[in-house]
């Protein structure tokens, strides 16, 4: 099975802080996603990577970067954690876009910025 | 970008069919998926359609229409599990590897 890991469940930072949050997929697939999801807005795309050291902007990228340095691992990072960023955070995984490929998602992240 | 609508609660009871529609506007369709997400869960994939017509996965169904920018997703059977929130999202030519997603429909099963 296609696992989708997320480095922790919960989270709890002050303002300002620099939070890190890190994805791990173990089916060696070429993309992978950072979503939030705000309830009412459902899932809204941060950024996505489709290589190593690749990386485009979704339709939400203020205030956050990624970094792809190897092909399982994409990290989301919160440059100064603020209140706005508190929600779920949600990694995902696929391969080539063709066909149906559909993306595995990890179990999320509850951020609460304090 | 798309827009993706879908209601927002259903509540049907258990044995019973639910219906749930999403429709979506879109400058170049490619793909609509249909996502099940337990409270606190990760979305898991439940079905894609890309060509008009009926997908039949058991006793879920999902169902496309391009020219009219539709889809539903048919519930059979309903359980007390299938309890979930289901998501609608779409892929569009102009990124393959985009996927935008409707808010969710939050479908209750009750006894």
């Known amino acids: 099975d296609v696992k989708v890991t997320q480095s922790s469940r919960y989270l709890v930072k002050r303002t300002g802080e620099k939070v890190f949050l890190e994805c791990v997929q173990d089916?060696?697939?070429?993309?992978m996603f950072w979503y939030r999801q705000d309830p009412g807005l459902g899932l809204r795309l941060i950024y996505f990577s489709y290589d190593v050291k690749m990386k485009e902007k979704g339709d939400i990228p203020e205030g956050y970067s990624v970094s792809r340095e190897k092909k399982e691992r994409f990290s989301l990072i919160l440059e100064s954690a603020s209140t706005n960023q508190t929600s779920m955070y949600l990694c995902?995984?696929?391969?080539?876009?063709?066909?149906?490929?559909?993306?595995?998602f990890g179990p999320g992240t509850r951020l609460t910025v304090t | 970008g798309q827009n993706i609508d879908q209601p927002t609660e259903m509540t049907a009871t258990e044995g019973a069919i639910v219906q749930i529609n999403c429709t979506y506007q879109t400058s170049g369709f490619n793909g609509l998926f249909w996502y099940q997400q337990h409270a606190g869960e990760a979305p898991t994939f439940l079905s894609y359609?890309?060509?008009?017509g009926l997908e039949e996965k058991g006793r879920f169904s999902s169902f496309l229409s391009r020219s009219k920018g539709y889809s539903y997703l048919l519930l059979k059977e309903l359980q007390m599990k299938d309890s979930a929130s289901y998501l609608c999202a779409v892929r569009d030519l102009s990124n393959d590897y985009k996927l935008s997603f409707g808010a969710g429909t939050t479908v209750t099963v009750r006894a």
């Open positions: 995902a995984s696929s391969t080539s876009p063709q066909g149906v490929h559909e993306q595995y």
């Open positions: 359609n890309v060509l008009d």
């Open positions: 089916m060696d697939h070429e993309n």
